[in-house]
């Protein structure tokens, strides 16, 4: 059986910070880092909006350099992934993809949100080169482009509206026949000009040699009347949803009806003792490498007092 004060299950900003934290206030913690060591930003080609890289980092590396951080100042980083965990009882424990079991003083949950995708090839295939999960986070590099955004609710109109002012031209493909977003966001959104919604359409397909030159498009998929259509477009932005990466946990941490966890007064701390949430498997909201980091740091410092308590 190993041992640790501190457990943090999940990478990203949000399992480094801790990590560095945690270790900078002696708890040796472990961090098992899952099964996308350094989270949804190792997707990502180039961050623009984080403080302190003014020329912008590629993904990959700006989560390099936060593990080599975390394990310059004594954290345990894990490639493996916490299959299991009962949380019946202090302390906590938990078993990795290995068989290995850990027993936990605190347990500090970072294991993120997984972006829903349509399942179609051409998403992986032109992921960083113009397919995108996130309008805040790469929108700036389509600025006088064209963009489309899948999706109908309240997320996408925000991120078509949001995208509105960066790019020429915001188109929305909706499968419905109208918005399942609230009023105030579709009035919104119907009434700016560069934005155009296309109701009744499905996704086929994209195309482009060197990245997203456009979609293939089907309206009124299988009636009398359906219609292949082409867009041309540089940018293609899925919102349609997020899942938070919470299964496991769900038996014994309140979650909401999507699955993120609940925190307790906007603090990191769950309903049982010692066991912490931080970045976007308790995000619904901004869903930001930088909130993500500040909570990772907010679980560390809540976990250290937890100790000395």
């Not at 890289?53 to 989560?63: A, E, I």
């Not at 966890?261 to 603090?267: N, R, V």
Request: aromatic share 8%.
């Amino acid at each position: 059986m190993i041992k640790t004060k501190c457990l943090i299950i999940g990478s990203g900003p949000a399992g480094y910070t801790a990590a560095i934290y945690a270790s900078r206030a002696n708890l040796h913690p472990i961090e098992y880092c899952g099964l996308q060591p350094g989270g949804q930003l190792t997707q990502t080609t180039e961050v623009e909006n984080f403080p302190g890289y003014p020329q912008g980092v590629d993904g990959n590396q700006m989560m390099m350099e936060l593990r080599e951080q975390a394990e310059r100042f004594g954290a345990d980083i894990r490639d493996g992934e916490i299959k299991q965990v009962d949380f019946s009882k202090r302390p906590y424990k938990a078993w990795d993809d290995a068989g290995n079991e850990i027993e936990a003083e605190t347990v500090i949950i970072a294991t993120g949100a997984s972006a829903k995708y349509l399942g179609l090839d051409d998403e992986k295939k032109y992921n960083g080169m113009g397919v995108s999960a996130c309008a805040t986070c790469d929108g700036f590099f389509y600025r006088k482009k064209t963009v489309a955004v899948v999706g109908g609710g309240d997320t996408a109109c925000e991120d078509a509206l949001y995208l509105s002012h960066l790019a020429t031209k915001v188109y929305m493909i909706v499968r419905k026949p109208f918005l399942r977003a609230s009023k105030v966001m579709q009035e919104r959104v119907m009434a700016t000009e560069n934005i155009e919604i296309l109701f009744e359409h499905n996704t086929l397909g994209l195309f482009g040699e060197n990245g997203v030159e456009g979609a293939h498009l089907i309206k009124r998929k299988g009636e009398q009347n359906e219609q292949l259509v082409d867009i041309t477009i540089d940018g293609f932005f899925l919102a349609i949803g997020h899942k938070p990466n919470t299964d496991i946990f769900k038996e014994w941490l309140d979650t909401d009806e999507v699955g993120y966890l609940k925190k307790i007064d906007g603090t990191p701390k769950t309903k049982l003792p010692g066991i912490f949430v931080a970045g976007d498997c308790a995000d619904p909201t901004y869903r930001q490498a930088i909130t993500a980091a500040g909570t990772g740091c907010q679980a560390a410092i809540e976990a250290e007092r937890f100790l000395i308590a």
